[in-house]
């Protein structure tokens, strides 16, 4: 086995989910998508981020 | 060369093979742009250059403080702490001036931080990757980092699950600095660390490797292009425990037990396509990222080395335990160390102080684990 097999082990398994995700999550809405920059968007990030507190 | 010899050493991919490639790449995030929004695919752009410069540079935060603990190296240090400061220097003012639009890696001090922070410094010199570490090794072939990610990511899931028990241990307020002053703090203290490092490290510690400089330039290019696309700093967890939460949905599982999952924002983008998650897209530009980086330069020819089968129980449990650790600690060594100093908060520098504590004793521990040859 060399690291080719891993590495197209995970292109695969990556590629698995997200098709996955095409079913099973709500479907893309390119017409809702916020700007390109958030910078001079004038929104407020809304992201989520593993250092945001939790919710209370 | 005799021919067996010749035969042995991989040979590069031809420029037709590579031409091909990154037309394949240039599709895909044109794909992401059209179909999911074109700041999504811009993501997915920095996510992969994230993943080319960490692996074509051959730079990352694990190893470096593993030199600094056994060799006394502190170069890979000092590189670290010079990106930091760039991203800080350009990353303060920009959230001075759009604190609307823009946000910093800001979270609590607390118990369970700390704690975290400590755990996963371990856990991250068992398996030699840090967040991103971990996806670029999966990513490059790796087999370690391969088998460690998913548990990460099944870590990262069950540490958010239980976050807010764990916060209710005891926090701080957020505590942030900010403007002027808030960056020359943030500068004089690494510095302070750089001096710090160099008293300890061992002579000639401060000259750095070109690789160095062209990581810590493309790093640090990248992270303020991140803040400015996405509003919010570079992080890599929130996404791994993400897929977790998105697979139990999938299959029928239910998350209002979870006061983190149930919560609106984290329901909605579980519902969400991942394509429009922030840290899903770097995530997987890094896992990319590393993988054409890997092939580029024909390292995915190598074999696999054998390891025994404690060493693959430790690279699970250690894995679990990344993730797990990573939620408490509010990030790892790019969310919570990277990001949260480069953007001010208080919290990064205790991590820092943790984590690295934390590595001490999993450059120890490594070695009974089978992971290396014992001295």
């Known amino acids: ?56 | 060369m005799s021919q067996a010899a010749s035969a042995a050493i991989p040979s590069s991919p031809g420029a037709a093979s590579r031409l091909m490639a990154l037309v394949a790449v240039a599709a895909v995030v044109l794909a992401v742009a059209l179909f999911a929004g074109p700041r999504y695919g811009l993501l997915l752009l920095i996510g992969l250059g994230f993943g080319l410069t960490l692996e074509g540079f051959r730079f990352g935060f694990t190893g470096p403080w593993r030199r600094m603990i056994l060799e006394r190296d502190a170069s890979g240090l000092l590189a670290q702490l010079i990106c930091i400061a760039i991203v800080a220097s350009l990353a303060f003012p920009l959230l001075a001036a759009n604190g609307a639009e823009l946000k910093g890696a800001h979270a609590p001090i607390g118990v369970a931080m700390i704690g975290g922070a400590f755990v996963f410094g371990a856990a991250m010199q068992i398996v030699l990757g840090c967040g991103s570490g971990t996806l670029v090794n999966a990513g490059s072939g790796n087999a370690i980092g391969a088998v460690a990610l998913p548990f990460f990511a099944i870590g990262s899931f069950a540490g958010a699950y239980h976050l807010t028990w764990w916060t209710n241990l005891g926090s701080l307020p957020v505590m942030v600095l900010s403007g002027g002053q808030g960056l020359a703090i943030t500068l004089i203290g690494l510095a302070a660390i750089a001096g710090l490092a160099l008293i300890l490290g061992k002579r000639g510690s401060h000259r750095l490797p070109a690789r160095y400089w062209g990581a810590i330039l493309a790093l640090a290019g990248l992270a303020i292009l991140h803040l400015v696309v996405a509003g919010q700093p570079w992080g890599v967890v929130y996404g791994l425990g993400l897929w977790v939460a998105k697979v139990v949905v999938g299959l029928g599982g239910d998350l209002s037990g979870s006061a983190f999952w149930s919560a609106p924002g984290n329901q909605a983008q579980v519902a969400a396509s991942v394509l429009t998650d922030v840290t899903s897209l770097t995530d997987f530009g890094l896992i990319g990222g590393a993988a054409l980086m890997a092939w580029w330069r024909a390292g995915l020819a190598s074999p696999i080395g054998i390891l025994p089968a404690r060493a693959w129980v430790a690279v699970i449990v250690a894995g679990l335990v990344l993730g797990y650790s990573s939620r408490l600690a509010f990030g790892c060594n790019i969310g919570a160390f990277f990001s949260g100093i480069g953007t001010g908060s208080a919290h990064g520098w205790i991590w820092f102080v943790a984590a690295f504590a934390g590595s001490w004793v999993g450059v120890r521990i490594r070695p009974s684990l089978g992971l290396e040859a014992r001295k």
């Open chain 1, 1 to 56: 086995m060399i690291r080719a097999h891993v590495t197209m082990a995970m292109l695969v398994l990556m590629a698995g989910f997200i098709a996955f995700d095409a079913v099973a999550a709500d479907p893309l809405n390119p017409y809702a998508a916020p700007p390109m920059l958030a910078l001079g968007s004038g929104m407020a990030a809304a992201g989520a981020h593993c250092a945001a507190p939790p919710p209370t």
